[in-house]
Structure formats: structure tokens, C-alpha cells
């Protein structure tokens, strides 16, 4: 019976949804030009019957308007808007519509609405289950670790009298997983990160992680949230033999196809990294802004940990292209809209110092479900970002790069190969990396 109220409830918020009309505070009313403006009038008053009465003007001034002697002032319009659903205005303006743009001070004020007022709380959430559903979702599916997290872990190991040296092992790899994913978890993103060890360090380790991820969710999680504990301990399996994976590497052209079917710039971005420079899926995401060097086209990826080797990568000159043009113009306006709304709020300084260093400032969950999408309508199958990685080792080794310069270039490399390339912000040796790069890497946007 729950849940049958539960859905009802649901369809009766939807429907209110449906003729729920358009608010005149959330549209950018100064970008609607005088030609939309008068478009939108004659549907009201030809379509929907609308009086001047109605929109609170007189027949005479509505005729001065339709005869092009006067115009649709901004109290006008609004009072228009008030009489449109948002499908309509979508349709009128074919499917453009200027919506103003809220802060983040905007959304805790909404927060804090919704807390308080449960009448508000029910229509927000309806709206959220109808515009952001899939990415709310999304978001039911991680896990953002904490420090208080991995203290409630070792109190959990000790009560259950676990050895000095079994708290230790499970620290040290629960500290290395959690770093290298980025304190997130999430089905995808554990499974791609247990498929990297797994191939770069082989079974053992691989083994030690998943186990110690397996018990971290059920000590923790499992208390605090079923639900969620059920989803990400069931998302993976602990590894005990080696798997056989049998799915093709997507080829050259595969690879350009996904590309032309990710929506955003940034996941455009991200997955352009990935497949032409070999990069581990959380690489990326460690590149500051001051690391990036748009002269020689090259990236530098500090030292994460020990596990880690710090490294270098380079950019296709046609990805460099996309890069200046595309990309940075699109953060530059998210970091600056981002920072807007907390530019006032005291606790979000080192947040901000740390958005506005970083050079891809966006959410890796959404970036990943964006490739992935992409690319499971091209390959009709699952896809790990882990391949991109295969992809460029083997297309490197089939055009004849020797294997110590794609190891170079995959962080691989032993001390003696990469210490230059860190010690020195140009050299003879990144010269020479960068000629085997350009020759021989794989290039999405060519031709």
C-alpha cells in the first residue's frame, strides 16, 4: 500500500508539473527580442484565447503592439509567461529557451526551504525526479568517503579484535584505492579501478584491494545506508583468479564515433585524453592548471603516491586546437559560475582554491556515464575507460614505438627513465618523447 501511495503520489505531482506554467524570475527576459516577444502574443490571443484583460493592458495597447507602433515591454511579457507551460514556450522559441542562471546561494536557500516547508519539499522533489532524474540517480549510486568513514572502519577492525598487522594491511590499501579514486564510490568507477590494478599490478594486489573495499562498504555503509550498501557491494566481485577478457579493443574509427556522440565539451575533453595519451582514467584529474603547458602541448601529472609514477603527456596538436578553442572557454564559464555563488561564503575558500586550480573542475561520475553512454550505443556493449588505455599501448607498439618510450609515456618507466622529465621543465629527453608522440599516436580529430 506504500507503494502504491508512494506512486500516486508521484503521478499527481507529474501531472501537476504538466501545467505548471512559466515563471517569469527563471527566464532571462531581456534576451527574448521584440519579433519572439510579438510571436508569443498572437499565440496567446489566437491559440489560447487570451484577453487584454487577461495580460492586465487594454485593447487599444494591444493593438498598438500587433500594428508594430508599440512594443511588448518587460511587465508584458512577464504577465504573457504567466499564461505559457514551459513546453509551449520551448516550442515557440523552437526549443531555445534563456533561462537564468542560479547560484549556488540560490540552491541552499532552496535546500533550506525544502527542509523547512513540506509542501515546498514535495514540489522541488517532483521537479527534481522530472529534470534531473537520471543524474539523481546517478548520485543514489555513490558514496563520498570521509575521514570520520575511515576512523568508524578501524574502530569496526579493532572491535572485532582484528591483528596489528591486519589493520595495517587494510589501511594501507584502503588509503590507496580511496586516493586514487578520489574519496568516491561508485559501481563504475570501482570497477574500473579494480580492472587498472588488476592489469598493472597484477593479481595479488588486485585481490588485497577488492577484499579491503568489500570490507570497508559492509562495515560502514551497510549501517548508514542498506540501500546504497547493497548496490556498490554487489557493483564488483572479490578477484581470485585472473578474468577472460574477451571483448575486442574498440578500433580507430570506433573510438571517433564515440567522440561525435558525447554530448558535453568537457567529457569530449576527457575522453580525448584518455584514448590519445594512454593515461590511467584518474590521471586527468590530477593536472593542475599551472601543469599545463598549451606551448609544447604537454601535460605534467605529479607524483600522486609511491604506487604512482609522476609523468608526462602529450596533446595532438588538433586536440591542443580543441583544447584552446572549446574546452577552456567552457570551464573558464563553469568555474566562474561555480565560484560566483560562494565567493561570499566563508568555509568555501580552500574549495574554491581548489576548483579554480584544477584543469578538468567537473564531476567524474557524470564525465564517465557520458562515455559510457556513447559508447554503448557505438559498441552495443559495456565499455571500461581502462581500455582507452590498452587501445593506445597496442596502437603505439603496432606503428613500431619501442616499448620503453610507450612505457615512458604511460608511466611505466623505471627511475632512470622518468627522473629527467621531472626534474626539468623542458629537455632534449621531452623533445624527444614528444617527436615519438606526434609521429605515431592515435588522433581522434584527424582526418
Known amino acids: 500500500m506504500a507503494v502504491i501511495l508512494g506512486r500516486l503520489k508521484y503521478m499527481l505531482a507529474a501531472n501537476f508539473l504538466a501545467w505548471l506554467m512559466v515563471d517569469c524570475q527563471t527566464i532571462s527576459i531581456e534576451e527574448v527580442n521584440p519579433e519572439q516577444r510579438l510571436l508569443i502574443l498572437n499565440y496567446l490571443i489566437n491559440n489560447k484565447g487570451v484577453k487584454p484583460r487577461d495580460l492586465g493592458v487594454t485593447y487599444d495597447y494591444i493593438s498598438k503592439v500587433r500594428r508594430g507602433v508599440a512594443r511588448v515591454g518587460d511587465g508584458l511579457l512577464c504577465s504573457m509567461l504567466r499564461l505559457l507551460t514551459v513546453e509551449e514556450l520551448q516550442a515557440l522559441l523552437k526549443g531555445w529557451v534563456p533561462e537564468k542562471r542560479a547560484t549556488l546561494s540560490d540552491a541552499l536557500r532552496v535546500i533550506i526551504t525544502a527542509r523547512e516547508d513540506p509542501s515546498f519539499r514535495e514540489q522541488f522533489l517532483a521537479l527534481l525526479s522530472r529534470y534531473l532524474g537520471d543524474y539523481v540517480q546517478s548520485l543514489g549510486k555513490t558514496w563520498h568517503v570521509t ?77 548508514r545506508d542498506p540501500g546504497l550498501f ?136 557524470r564525465l564517465r556515464q557520458e562515455i559510457k553512454e556513447a559508447a554503448r550505443q557505438v559498441l552495443n556493449r559495456d565499455f571500461e575507460l581502462y581500455e582507452l588505455r590498452k587501445f593506445f599501448a597496442t596502437w603505439m607498439i603496432s606503428q613500431g614505438v619501442p616499448e620503453s618510450v610507450v612505457n615512458t609515456l604511460q608511466g611505466r618507466a623505471p627511475p632512470t627513465e622518468y627522473r629527467v622529465l621531472i626534474e626539468h621543465y623542458w629537455s632534449p629527453r621531452h623533445e624527444e618523447l614528444r617527436q615519438w608522440y606526434l609521429k605515431h599516436a592515435p588522433c581522434l580529430l584527424c582526418q
Open 147 to 223: 575521514q570520520e568513514d575511515v576512523e568508524a572502519y578501524l574502530k569496526a577492525l579493532r572491535l572485532r579484535n582484528a591483528s596489528r598487522e591486519t589493520v595495517s594491511m587494510r589501511l594501507r590499501y584502503l588509503r590507496r584505492a580511496l586516493t586514487e579514486l578520489d574519496y568516491t564510490l561508485s559501481p563504475e568507477g570501482i570497477r574500473d579501478y579494480l580492472a587498472e590494478v588488476l592489469e598493472e599490478d597484477g593479481q595479488n594486489v588486485a585481490r588485497h584491494i577488492a577484499s579491503t573495499l568489500k570490507s570497508f562498504i559492509k562495515n560502514v555503509l551497510q549501517p
Open 230 to 365: 547493497a548496490v556498490l557491494y554487489n557493483s564488483f566481485k572479490t578477484i581470485r583468479t585472473r578474468p577472460n577478457n574477451r571483448a575486442k579493443l574498440p578500433s580507430l574509427d570506433e573510438l571517433k564515433q564515440i567522440l561525435q556522440r558525447i554530448e558535453s565539451t568537457e567529457a569530449k575533453t576527457y575522453f580525448l585524453i584518455l584514448a590519445e595519451t594512454g593515461l590511467r582514467p584518474g590521471e586527468p584529474f590530477m593536472v593542475a592548471m599551472d601543469d599545463v603547458d598549451l606551448e609544447h602541448g604537454m601535460l605534467r601529472i605529479g607524483r600522486l603516491e609511491e604506487t604512482k609514477r609522476a609523468f608526462i603527456a602529450f596533446l595532438q596538436p588538433k586536440t591542443l586546437e580543441f583544447i584552446k578553442g572549446q574546452y577552456l572557454p567552457r570551464r573558464e564559464e563553469v568555474v566562474n559560475r561555480v565560484l560566483r555563488g560562494l565567493q561570499h561564503v566563508d568555509w568555501a575558500s580552500q574549495y574554491i582554491d581548489s576548483v579554480r586550480g584544477k584543469f578538468l573542475p567537473f564531476d567524474r561520475t
